[in-house]
Structure formats: structure tokens, C-alpha cells
């Protein structure tokens, strides 16, 4: 099985520095977060209830969740407050020529 393809998702200049940033990706939200470790993404909803992460509270590299603030390690995705108890969605990133991609 071959690996997914890298794409473009935005450009490094237009993230918000270290802060999270939304796109839109086809018909799937992403959140993309700029960290001391380097530039990391997950699905943008929540797995707890769906709420937006991207409208949560960043803090180095844990988001946590705007509405029943649980929050998630965003370098491995897992869950480190509750109520979030599964690991959500994370997408491998890499930075070339200036654009951000991910494998997705
Ligand atoms: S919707 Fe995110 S913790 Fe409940």
C-alpha cells in the first residue's frame, strides 16, 4: 500500500504564530498549530462532542477544547484532560518551499 500524498495546506507566513490556525480541506476541517516543536495538525472537531478546536485555548502544544475543555497533546493526539478519552486525529506535516503540507 503506498503512502498518502503530501499536500498543500497553507502557507508557513500565514499561520498564526504560535496559535492555531483553521482550513478548510476539501470537506474536512483542520486545525494546524504552530509549536516550539515545529508545526503540527489534527482534524479541527472535536471527537468528544465536535466542537471546534481551532476556537479552543493553545498553550505550547496542548489544545483544549472550547466547550467542555478537554484537551488533547497535539505532537501524538492523545488525550490529556478529560472528558476527552480517545486520541484524535493527527496528520503527518512536513514545511516545503514555504507551504505547509500535510499527508492526507
Ligand atoms: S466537545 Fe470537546 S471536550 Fe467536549
Redesign the pocket.
Known sequence: MSAKPWRDVIAVDDLERNWVTRVQLGDRLIAIYDTPSGIHASLAL??????D?CD?YFDGHVIE???????FDVRDGRPVA???TRPMRIFETRVQDGMVQLRI
Open positions: 472535536c471527537n468528544h462532542g465536535g466542537a478546536l479552543g477544547c472550547p466547550l467542555h475543555q478537554g484537551a478529560a472528558p476527552a
